[in-house]
């Protein structure tokens, strides 16, 4: 009978040290760059995943080649406050932005000069989100006065205005352009872009929804708060699903392929979440300051996140997931990281999680049955 007790107990201490922390390591920093003079209020990636967009609290935008890590573009300079939201057109040729002073300006990329000569001054308070439609006919901002607007992406005509019932901290189209969301006090709306119907009022938070995004197939919506929650939503019905994230976000991101999202924190970290599990992946990604902003690369290679001192960090997605799934030696685990590899984010992650669950179920079958 003590030989079966030994036996237990050894697979109790093997499944233990599987199941600690102390087996995630650290991922290593890509790259620091110092972008701004003030703080990185956002970030956006061109399609080409080697180009970055950063708007700051300077004024100002710039772009930036991340294999070269130079300074390719600006300063684009036309806002007269903090430029709040930038973001990307699908071909690659303009940029949008909007500021605290009201204005969205359009941005041409290769003359480095705004369109239509001067900004689009139509909301009467800071704009505090900018998104190119996906065929990048439109633009959406979203501002404090309690609007959403869309806007003709070719002429900067006026094509409807979206009325709230607060400020509006973010907006997103949805992956085939026919929906617009955005993210208010406690709510999240979500209205048809061709005739400018309300389709959906989602009562989602306790406080103000900071930054609200599409699922890639279009199906979810995935929201975070003041509240420092994270929720996940049917987009169909707004029925609420899953369990919520807990943390306190300032910008959020998903991943291409919908497996993960990143998270922008208050605490000076970014957080990766499993959109399956619903659980934090590996440790944080720490700054120095408080970080304002994130996002990941189309190519899924890269994620960076932006400060409030006015610098730019880049990281490998590949090496933080790597780094999340520790040392554990068994089948699963090492099939997780073949697929990593092969940059199958979301089959390694499906891997990591069954290895986790396998480790628990085990950890108490042995605490139960054998004692140590």
């Known amino acids: 009978m003590s030989g079966l007790f030994n036996v237990g107990k050894q697979a109790y201490l093997t499944v233990k040290r599987r199941s600690m922390p102390a087996q995630i390591t650290q991922p290593a920093l ?17 399609k080409d995943s080697r180009r970055i967009v950063t708007s700051s609290a300077d004024k100002t935008l710039r772009i930036w080649d991340v294999e070269k890590r130079a300074f390719v573009g600006g300063p684009f300079e036309g ?52 998104c190119f439609s996906p065929n990048g ?21 006026v094509l409807s205005t979206l009325k709230c019932s607060s400020s509006v901290d973010c907006v997103a189209f949805s992956p085939d352009g026919l929906k617009l969301a955005c993210g208010t006090w406690r709510n999240i709306r979500v209205w048809s872009t061709d005739n400018a119907e309300l389709l959906l009022e989602i009562d989602a938070h306790e406080e103000f929804v900071l930054s609200v995004v599409w699922s890639p197939d279009g199906q979810q919506l995935i929201s975070a708060s003041a509240d420092k929650t994270i929720k996940f939503w049917d987009s169909s019905n707004g029925a609420q699903i899953g369990q919520p994230c807990t943390s306190y976000i300032r910008s959020l991101a998903n991943s291409s392929d919908g497996s993960f999202i990143a998270t922008a924190s208050g605490d000076k970290t970014v957080h990766l979440w499993s959109t399956k599990s619903y659980q934090q992946i590996g ?16 190519s899924g290679e890269l ?29 699963l685990a090492h099939r997780s990281k073949v697929k990593l590899d092969q940059k199958l984010y979301a089959e390694a992650l499906s891997d990591a999680e069954k ?15 054998v004692g140590c």
Not at 140 to 148: E, H, K, L
Not at 355 to 369: D, H, K, Y
């Open 303 to 331: 994620l960076a996140s932006g400060d409030k001192y006015g610098s730019l960090q880049l990281w490998s997605i590949e090496n933080t997931l790597c780094a999340a799934l520790g040392t554990d030696s068994s089948y």
């Open 137 to 157: 006919k439109r633009i959406a901002s979203g501002s404090w006065d309690s609007t959403v607007i869309i806007w003709d992406a070719e002429t900067g005509a």
């Open 283 to 298: 440790q944080a990604l720490e700054h120095t300051a408080l970080v304002f902003c994130v996002a990941i690369s189309p």
């Open 30 to 46: 890509t790259q620091t760059m110092r972008v701004h003079t003030m703080a990185v209020t956002a970030v956006a990636f061109f």
């Open 355 to 369: 290895v986790r669950t396998i480790s628990v179920v085990v950890l108490t079958f042995v605490i139960m049955f």
């Open 79 to 130: 806002h007269s406050d903090f430029v709040l939201s930038v973001s990307v057109s699908p071909d690659e040729r303009r940029i949008a932005s909007g500021g605290g002073d009201g204005a969205i300006i359009i941005w041409d990329v290769e003359s480095k000069k705004m369109l239509f000569n001067k900004p689009r001054v139509k909301h009467t308070s800071r704009v505090s989100s900018v």
